[in-house]
């Protein structure tokens, strides 16, 4: 029983580090004009990771790109709701919601045991709170009107790297979980 715990827990982890070098990978070197410029290369790697990992079914063939819309629609909620509401913690939190709302729902549509309230109330709870980590990052893309700046040296250091980190990383283990379970389910 204590190997079979310990082996979730190296798995889980392992997982985790998987996504969190995942998110900061991608995001240092996707991200130089974020949240301007919309690059959807930025979602491939978490969503071929996941196809990788713990998909692997032929929808995952659906699931890619699934993602990458998810991550279209849940950074662009995310950068309106900045541009509108100026509150430096809106925009990580409906972020964060919409994008573990639609990972839940891609995953679900490869895991049809996975439609279930608690799978999708626990993915959004888990993205809205990993996604109060960009709120430093938006006060200060508020505080300086929207302007961020080309210089691609100045520019890293104003993308949110260790949230999208964190964010992909709480997720992708989530998500991990949530397959690994419907696969014993089956």
Not at 7 to 35: D, E, Y
Not at 102 to 123: D, N
Not at 156 to 162: A, K, S, W, Y
Request: proline share 4%; with cysteine.
């Amino acid at each position: 029983m204590k190997e079979e715990i310990l082996l979730v827990v190296l798995k889980s982890l392992t997982v985790g580090i998987l996504f969190a070098a995942c998110g900061a990978g991608s995001s240092a070197t996707l991200l130089l004009h974020f949240p301007g410029n919309l690059d959807l290369r930025f979602a491939v790697p978490f969503a071929l990771l996941s196809a990788l990992l713990f998909i692997r079914t032929r929808r995952a063939f659906f699931a890619v790109p699934l993602m990458i819309a998810v991550w279209a629609i849940s950074s662009s909620s995310a950068y309106f709701v900045g541009m509108f509401t100026r509150m430096s913690l809106a925009p990580g939190l409906i972020g964060g919601f919409i994008g573990a709302l639609g990972l839940v729902l891609t995953v679900a549509i490869c895991y049809p045991s996975l439609f279930s309230v608690k799978y999708f109330a626990l993915g959004a709870s888990i993205g809205t709170l990993c996604g109060a980590l960009f709120e430093p990052w938006v006060k200060v893309y508020v505080a300086t009107d929207f302007r961020m700046s080309t210089n691609p040296n100045v520019a890293l250091g104003q993308i949110p790297v260790t949230a999208f980190a964190v964010w992909q990383a709480a997720l992708g283990t989530y998500l991990y979980a949530l397959c690994a379970y419907a696969k014993k389910k089956l």
